[in-house]
Nanobody, 120 residues
């Protein structure tokens, strides 16, 4: 069984910062790409940022220059540093990881989501 547990969401004023963390645990053999998605009310879930095991990153255009994704492979943890937050960043943020467990093929896993609210 694999779990992704997110933390770090909350309420912040526009221009402020938050850092999200997501730790994977369980019978993990290897983790490939990890990423953050978000879903605002009435909108589809969208990719915010992703990072490969080797550290290559990609970002949604709307967050480039403001958000930074990083990971600690030893801790099976991915982070999202969010600076210069805007009200339009308000959403539920979900962690995603491509994980191989012992004796099984790669599969996608999701966290439970953490709310980020940016007030104007």
């Amino acid at each position: 069984q694999v779990q992704l547990v997110e933390s770090g969401g909350g309420l912040v004023q526009a221009g402020g910062s938050l850092t999200l963390s997501c730790a994977a645990s369980g019978s993990i053999f290897s983790i490939n790409a990890m990423g953050w998605y978000r879903q605002a009310p009435g909108k589809q879930r969208e990719l915010v940022a992703a990072i490969t095991r080797g550290g290559s990153t990609n970002y949604a255009d709307s967050v480039k220059g403001r958000f930074t994704i990083s990971r600690d492979n030893a801790k099976n943890t991915v982070y999202l540093q969010m600076n210069s937050l805007k009200p339009e960043d308000t959403a539920v943020y979900y962690c995603n990881a491509e994980i191989q467990t012992w004796g099984t093929p790669w599969d996608d896993y999701w966290g439970q989501g953490t709310q980020v609210t940016v007030s104007s």
